[in-house]
């Protein structure tokens, strides 16, 4: 079982480029987050979905949009990339179906460099 | 709203010594609490989490952590430290009536041999 599993490993990108981050998870969770990871300023949520077909805005959603087409799949867009951009990204899920509270699981990451 | 600080950004201690990773939260209903480790160049993982009943948790590797509701803390301890417990320790809360979870910033322990 892989968990959850997130491509590329990691980018370097120039300013103004269009980059999709992909996350895949075979747990059939039902939930699905993504977080950026910045020193100093632990994890913020940029986008969950709650269930297929989904998605909410979380704490710092501007410059990014998501899609949740299917229950595995969880891609993360950047349409216009900045260097305030750059960060290390996780994808997370969860499964609600035990009950309200339930633990993450992680992803390795994207380490996300912008020039 | 809900917060959470992590008022250490480190925290060294000597192999076999107990150790602390302190949390402090803010919820305005019941709060939800969890801690989660981070190793060099991973993702997260789960260690342990309050949801109601005994203040005291049990969790992965030895650790455990102590809800106190009058001081809003929910500090992370193990009895006797390990080189390998070395890695970034996050506390994480959610309000019994927001959907969403708040990180804290963190808290870089450093076992020292």
């Known amino acids: 079982i892989a968990g959850i599993t997130q491509a590329p490993t990691s980018q370097i990108l120039a300013a103004g480029r269009r980059m999709t981050l992909r996350c895949t998870q075979d747990?059939?969770?039902?939930?699905m987050y993504w977080y950026r990871q910045d020193l100093g300023l632990g994890l913020r949520l940029i986008h969950y979905s709650n269930t297929a077909g989904t998605t909410g805005k979380g704490e710092v959603p501007d410059g990014y949009s998501v899609s949740r087409a299917n229950t595995d799949d969880f891609p993360l867009t950047l349409a216009s990339a900045v260097p305030s951009q750059t960060s290390v990204y996780f994808c997370?899920?969860?499964?609600?179906?035990?009950?309200?509270?339930?633990?993450?699981?992680f992803g390795p990451g994207t380490r996300l460099t912008v020039l | 709203a809900q917060s959470v600080a992590q008022p250490e950004d480190q925290v060294n201690v000597a192999e076999g010594n107990p150790l602390t990773v302190k949390c402090t939260y803010s919820?305005?209903?019941?709060?939800?609490l969890f801690w989660y480790v981070q190793y060099p160049n991973r993702g997260l993982q789960f260690l342990l989490k309050?949801?109601?009943?005994?203040?005291l948790v049990k969790g992965s590797y030895g650790f455990e952590a102590e809800f106190n509701k009058s001081q809003t803390s929910f500090h992370l301890k193990k009895p006797s430290a390990l080189v390998s417990d070395s890695a970034l320790y996050f506390c994480?809360?959610?309000?019994?009536?927001?959907?969403?979870?708040?990180f804290g910033t963190g808290t870089k322990l450093q076992v020292i041999p």
């Open positions: 309050y949801i109601t009943g005994d203040n």
């Open positions: 919820v305005s209903g019941n709060p939800y």
């Open positions: 747990m059939r969770h039902n939930a």
């Open positions: 997370a899920s969860s499964d609600h179906a035990g009950g309200p509270v339930r633990e993450q699981f």
């Open positions: 994480a809360v959610r309000d019994e009536g927001y959907q969403k979870v708040t």
